[in-house]
């Protein structure tokens, strides 16, 4: 079979001021009706696209997504999206194979997704014929509380894909047990916004080498990381209670916290790409409250 290549493409709108570019995964199902060109100019940054289905979210809805306008929407944004997934069915192999087979005919190169509880022999397949090859989750809720055996998993996966020179992105793998051991080309992940959603803000300790998970509104908790908060520019005070939450500044230290991940990563020797995704565009920060704000903060990065 010959390899498909689905190697990310340039997209048209051009670096500004950051040497990482701003990425972005989000899905047909919540962004179809959303303007990409108008959402890339609201960002001082290049910012790349990455795009699924979303068919997950529109089966919770008791809805699917129509392969025909998820391929019509694909063509409309490709000089904005420079990376998409195949219309995948989770443990629905046939179909799964019939879609990408249809985007392919369109002209399209959709990366295939490989899910947890698929045969490995599934994987093969998959890694024998393209070059770029999404994971859709870890194989049941057990091995998803169990880090062991999410680690045996990845082993397996990965022993795979160095076979076919095969590269992995995760969907929904910002893991770090899982980052630190694994080569993964491109993860993504919606923890960038825990701090809002679950009160427990991502901090990565470039110097520590650690991600570390920080309970906001808890004074003791907080003071003990002071040195990190003043790392990254922010003043703890402004975590110790709920009267001074700010969505905005919680979020964007979530992303600046995977960017500095990213950076440290690829300073080392990885390609670590990191995605940030989120359902509605509306929700994500602006990239200006990400501009270096003092010494410590850069040598963080670096």
Same mark, same amino acid.
């Given at each position: 079979?010959?390899?498909?290549?689905?190697?990310?493409?340039?997209?048209?709108?051009?670096?500004?001021?950051?040497?990482?570019p701003?990425?972005?995964?989000?899905?047909?199902?919540?962004?179809?009706?959303?303007d990409?060109?108008?959402?890339a100019?609201? $960002?001082?940054?290049?910012?790349?696209?990455?795009?699924?289905?979303?068919?997950?979210?529109?089966w919770t809805?008791?809805?699917?997504?129509?392969i025909?306008?998820?391929?019509?929407?694909?063509?409309?944004?490709r000089?904005?999206?420079?990376?998409?997934?195949?219309?995948?069915?989770?443990?629905?192999?046939?179909?799964?194979r019939?879609?990408?087979? $249809?985007?392919?005919?369109?002209?399209?190169?959709p990366?295939?997704?490989?899910?947890g509880?698929?045969?490995?022999?599934?994987l093969?397949?998959?890694?024998?014929? $393209?070059?770029?090859?999404?994971?859709?989750?870890?194989?049941g809720?057990?091995?998803?509380?169990?880090?062991?055996?999410?680690?045996?998993?990845?082993?397996?996966?990965?022993?795979?894909?160095?076979?076919?020179?095969?590269?992995?992105?995760g969907?929904?793998?910002l893991?770090?047990?899982?980052?630190?051991a694994?080569?993964?080309?491109?993860?993504?992940?919606?923890?960038?916004?825990?701090g809002?959603?679950f009160?427990?803000?991502?901090?990565?300790?470039?110097?520590?080498?650690?991600?570390?998970?920080?309970?906001?509104?808890?004074?003791?908790?907080?003071?003990?990381?002071t040195?990190?908060?003043?790392s990254y520019?922010?003043?703890?005070v402004?975590?110790y209670?709920r009267?001074?939450y700010?969505?905005?500044?919680?979020?964007?230290?979530?992303v600046?916290?995977?960017?500095?991940?990213?950076?440290?990563?690829?300073k080392?020797?990885?390609?670590?790409?990191?995605?940030?995704?989120?359902s $509605?565009?509306?929700?994500?920060p602006?990239?200006?409250?990400?501009?270096?704000?003092?010494?410590?903060q850069r040598?963080?990065?670096?």
């Amino acid at each position: 079979m010959q390899t498909q290549q689905a190697t990310p493409q340039e997209p048209v709108h051009r670096p500004r001021t950051a040497d990482q570019p701003l990425r972005i995964l989000g899905s047909f199902w919540y962004w179809k009706d959303a303007d990409l060109d108008a959402l890339a100019a609201s $960002y001082p940054y290049e910012v790349h696209f990455f795009a699924d289905s979303g068919a997950y979210s529109a089966w919770t809805q008791k809805s699917k997504v129509d392969i025909g306008e998820y391929a019509d929407w694909l063509h409309r944004w490709r000089h904005r999206i420079t990376t998409y997934a195949n219309l995948d069915l989770k443990r629905d192999m046939v179909q799964s194979r019939k879609n990408q087979a $249809y985007l392919e005919r369109r002209g399209l190169t959709p990366i295939p997704v490989f899910h947890g509880g698929e045969p490995m022999e599934y994987l093969e397949e998959l890694c024998s014929g $393209y070059d770029y090859v999404a994971i859709g989750g870890s194989a049941g809720e057990k091995v998803q509380r169990d880090r062991k055996l999410q680690l045996w998993w990845a082993a397996k996966m990965f022993g795979i894909a160095q076979e076919h020179g095969t590269r992995f992105h995760g969907f929904g793998m910002l893991m770090w047990h899982l980052i630190r051991a694994f080569d993964w080309y491109s993860v993504d992940a919606t923890t960038w916004t825990n701090g809002t959603r679950f009160g427990w803000l991502p901090l990565f300790d470039g110097r520590a080498g650690e991600l570390r998970s920080v309970k906001l509104w808890n004074k003791m908790v907080i003071e003990k990381y002071t040195a990190l908060f003043r790392s990254y520019g922010e003043n703890p005070v402004h975590f110790y209670d709920r009267g001074q939450y700010n969505t905005t500044r919680n979020r964007a230290l979530g992303v600046l916290s995977f960017r500095c991940m990213e950076r440290y990563l690829q300073k080392r020797g990885r390609r670590l790409r990191i995605y940030f995704a989120d359902s $509605y565009p509306s929700q994500l920060p602006m990239l200006a409250q990400f501009e270096f704000r003092d010494q410590t903060q850069r040598r963080l990065w670096a």
